[in-house]
T-cell receptor, first 118, second 111 residues
């Protein structure tokens, strides 16, 4: 299995809803990431988990809550979102923890979850 | 933090011509520079990468050059084909898991 799988592909939610995005990989990767991508913009780093521990939080609002239940799964819990949070949310994974990889850390991206907040 | 600038934002070439996309980075500690291709509605995919201890790397029609002194790196695509049309992102990383992307270049290859 050489893929990162994201569900759902599309999600429409109201500002008062609670929903979750899910990401799964079975490549033995030990680092997992959430990126946010607005239309015609580059991916923006949100969170990084390394060995199932949160290692980077790019000052993301608390209405986004990441969770890494195990080395294969990464969730993004969504609550009280705003319309401007509508975007493509990309999950990615890479083989090993940064300091073991001498700076080279190939990311494998999932297909993304397209979120629309009404 | 790292800041990556990418130019041009759009690039149109005739099939068979070469295309060059340039990026600059701000932090001299950056040591890993990948390039991603993103077709419309699809995920970004790595096409080539280079580490800071190497000045140039080539893979068939694609090459990347790195100038550490000037803090810039470039993507070169030769003999372009219509299927090369996509958005290309450069990125730079200091620690490896802190990838910052450039703004992207929309490449159009006209048949």
């Amino acid at each position: 299995d050489t893929e990162v799988t994201q569900t759902p592909k599309h999600l429409v939610m109201g500002m008062t809803n609670k929903k979750s995005l899910k990401c799964e990989q079975h490549m033995g990767h030990r680092a997992m990431y959430w990126y946010k991508q607005k239309a015609k913009k580059p991916p923006e780093l949100m969170f990084v988990y390394s060995y199932e521990k949160l290692s980077i939080n790019e000052s993301v609002p608390s209405r986004f809550s990441p969770e890494c239940p195990n080395s294969s799964l990464l969730n993004l819990h969504l609550h009280a979102l705003q319309p401007e949070d509508s975007a493509l949310y990309l999950c990615a994974s890479s083989l090993r923890e940064v300091r073991e990889s001498s700076g080279a850390n190939v990311l494998t991206f999932g297909a993304g979850s397209r979120l629309t907040v009404l | 933090g790292e800041n990556v600038e990418q130019h041009p934002s759009t690039l149109s070439v005739q099939e068979g011509d070469s295309a060059v996309i340039k990026c600059t980075y701000s932090d001299s500690a950056s040591n890993y520079f990948p390039w991603y291709k993103q077709e419309l509605g699809k995920r970004p995919q790595l096409i080539i990468d280079i580490r800071s201890n190497v000045g140039e790397k080539k893979d068939q029609r694609i090459a990347v050059t790195l100038n550490k002194t000037a803090k810039h790196f470039s993507l070169h695509i030769t003999e372009t084909q219509p299927e090369d049309s996509a958005v290309y992102f450069c990125a730079a990383s200091i620690l490896g898991n802190d990838m910052r992307f450039g703004a992207g270049t929309r490449l159009t290859v006209k048949p």
